[in-house]
């Protein structure tokens, strides 16, 4: 379903063949880290997992085709198609739906596309308007914090 091949900004996941909307194309998980990398995955508050697999060279975009299915507790992130991807096609996900705060990322981002933000963004700077429209894909302990903090005002 997948390859990696060097691409414009290194190594980077491509489809090789048609992948439907809602479809499970990786699954993985890996080992803690005592602090965020810039291959690490933020999975709950203060933790986070470097994956040793293709999940570790999907880049981001501020219009990503995929999104990051992770739910507390489980030992398992999943990425899956927010649309039809086409074979051949990068495969990308938007770093802000997993992390709260990039702090390693920060050069202009490059993905080129016409919603870009400009930087690679954590969380904490998503637009509104795309929490509400990434969903299920805006990682559980991500919605927890921001509740905490609107509770807190």
């Not at 491509?14 to 810039?38: C, D, E, K, M, N």
């Not at 996900?93 to 596309?113: L, S």
Request: glycine content about 8%; proline content about 6%.
């Amino acid at each position: 379903m997948i390859e990696v091949r060097e691409g414009r900004l290194g190594k980077s996941v491509h489809a090789i063949q048609f992948v439907y909307p809602g479809q499970v194309i990786l699954t993985g998980w890996g080992s803690r880290v005592p602090r965020r990398t810039r291959h690490s995955f933020q999975v709950d508050h203060d933790c986070h997992v470097v994956i040793n697999t293709e999940i570790e060279l999907i880049n981001h975009s501020c219009e990503p085709n995929c999104g990051v299915f992770l739910r507390r507790g489980l030992p398992s992130l999943e990425i899956h198609a927010l649309r039809q991807i086409e074979p051949g096609e990068e495969l990308t996900t938007d770093y802000a739906t997993f992390e709260y705060e990039i702090d390693f990322m920060t050069d202009p981002c490059r993905c080129n596309t016409p919603k870009c933000r400009g930087r690679i963004t954590g969380f904490r700077d998503l637009p509104d308007e795309l929490k509400v429209e990434y969903g299920p894909y805006i990682a559980e302990y991500l919605r927890e914090h921001e509740a905490l903090v609107s509770a807190a005002i």
